[in-house]
Structures are given as structure tokens and as C-alpha cells.
């Protein structure tokens, strides 16, 4: 599970073969939900143990092995192919961990705080709960603390407000976007659930942003571009646009 060609060192060598162990170790026992039933038809068919009604299947660890080896052979294949870029090749992939390196240029790495996690893990408590307006600024505090966190997004769903209360559904966007706003120095995306968020959302960009088509405008660099039901936004260069796209 290793890159042809290493462009960062983040985890020693060390690090990274007990990842691998863990890895394999975890996908063949409990094994992997694949909610797909052509998908778990194949891995059947491969030699992993398929549980059709519960749609878990254990990989075993050479089938892993040898998927790999798969994978970065047909890699290496499109290096040769196009010049050791596979971004030209005939058979490149839609997106695959060269991209980011297409110009040969590593940029020294950087990282956002985001995916809306509907519970805070405590680690003192070793518990989990509904996470909360204080659980959220929190993070916000914390993602200024660290020079490498570029942007801020919404790590938790603002689930209860200071007070406990629960947030209405409809609003827990919303308020999550406006404590980044006014906490945060690196706004980054935040999640759109509801078609009704979108004008509120939009309002709280331009507030962020200072106006609607600026070159650091929200269209141009929106505060939010992801749906509940994971379908990025096309942007339109109109809000009418946007709104029917979000519908």
C-alpha cells in the first residue's frame, strides 16, 4: 500500500508496514460492508468470505496482497505509458494520488478540518455524545492553533447549542456556518443539507467573502460547496442557477 514514487515522507517505513498489518488484519476479520451485491458477487467469486443477507465480506489477507500487486503493476504500466505521468495515459485514472503531483511540484502538505461527524469523541471520558456548539468552537479554536490547517468546515454537526438544547435540523448548518465565520480566520466548506439552507448559507459567504462575484467572491470561492447526499454543487453564475442545481 505504498506509492511508486514517494513525493512526501509523513510515516516512517516502520509506521507504515504496522498500518498495513492492521489494515489487512481488519478487512479480513470483521471484514467490509459492501452494499453492492455485483460487487460482493465478484468478491465471492475471488475468495473472500461473502455474508450476502448481513453484505459483509472478509478479505482474506492474500487476496489483498494480491489486489495490490494488481494495482501497482497496471500503475507503473501507465507511467511507461505516458512518460512517468499516468495522468495522459490512454488508461489513466479519473483521479488517482498522482494528480496533486501532475506538475512534478510538491507543496508542502496542508489539511482541513471537515465531514460533519454527528458525535464528539471524548478522550478523557472514552465517551461519545452529541456534538455541541462547544464542541464545535472548540475545534474551531484548535484548527487556528495549527499553522497547517488551511481551511475550517465543520468537523462536528452542530447537533446541541450551548445551552443542550437540540438544533432543528434545518438550522444545524447554519449555525455551524456562522461560528466559523465570526471565529474563524480560514473559512473553508460547509455542509448543505437542506435546499432551504442555500440563501442563508450564501448570505454568511458574502459576509465572509464581501460580495457575490469579486475574484475572492463566494462564487468564485464559496464557503460551501458539498449536499447531505454527497453531489457537488456546479456553480451557476446566478443564484437562481445554484438553486435548482441544489434541488
Not at 56 to 77: C, F, H, M, N
Not at 85 to 107: C, D, E, Y
Request: aromatic residues 8%; proline residues 6%; hydrophobic residues 40%.
Amino acid at each position: 500500500m505504498k506509492p511508486i514514487f514517494q513525493y512526501a515522507q509523513i510515516m516512517t517505513e516502520d509506521e507504515l508496514e504496522s498500518m498495513h498489518a492492521s489494515v489487512t488484519a481488519i478487512l479480513e476479520n470483521p471484514g467490509m460492508l459492501f452494499e453492492n451485491e455485483g460487487l460482493l458477487r465478484a468478491l465471492d467469486k475471488a475468495g473472500a468470505d461473502v455474508d450476502f443477507e448481513t453484505q459483509i465480506a472478509k478479505l482474506p489477507r492474500k487476496l489483498v496482497e494480491e489486489t495490490i500487486e494488481i494495482a501497482a503493476k497496471e500503475d507503473a504500466e501507465r507511467m511507461e505509458e505516458n512518460n512517468c505521468s499516468p495522468i495522459g495515459a490512454k488508461r489513466a485514472l479519473a483521479f488517482n494520488w498522482h494528480t496533486p503531483f501532475a506538475t512534478g511540484v510538491t507543496q508542502p502538505p496542508t489539511y482541513s478540518f471537515g465531514c460533519g461527524c454527528p458525535l464528539y469523541y471524548n478522550h478523557e471520558t472514552k465517551t461519545s455524545a452529541d456534538a455541541t456548539a462547544q464542541n464545535f468552537l472548540d475545534m474551531v479554536h484548535l484548527a487556528e492553533g495549527i499553522p497547517e490547517v488551511a481551511t475550517m468546515g465543520n468537523p462536528v454537526h452542530y447537533i446541541r447549542d450551548f445551552n443542550g438544547s437540540r438544533v432543528p435540523p434545518k438550522m444545524i448548518s447554519i449555525k455551524g456556518a456562522a461560528l466559523v465565520a465570526k471565529y474563524s480566520s480560514k473559512p473553508g466548506s460547509t455542509a448543505l443539507m437542506y435546499a432551504e439552507q442555500l440563501e442563508y448559507l450564501i448570505e454568511i459567504g458574502q459576509v465572509i467573502r464581501g460580495s457575490w462575484e469579486a475574484p475572492c467572491s463566494v462564487l468564485n470561492r464559496p464557503c460551501w460547496t458539498w449536499i447531505w447526499e454527497r453531489v457537488c454543487i456546479g456553480f451557476s453564475k446566478d443564484r437562481a442557477g445554484i438553486r435548482s442545481s441544489v434541488r
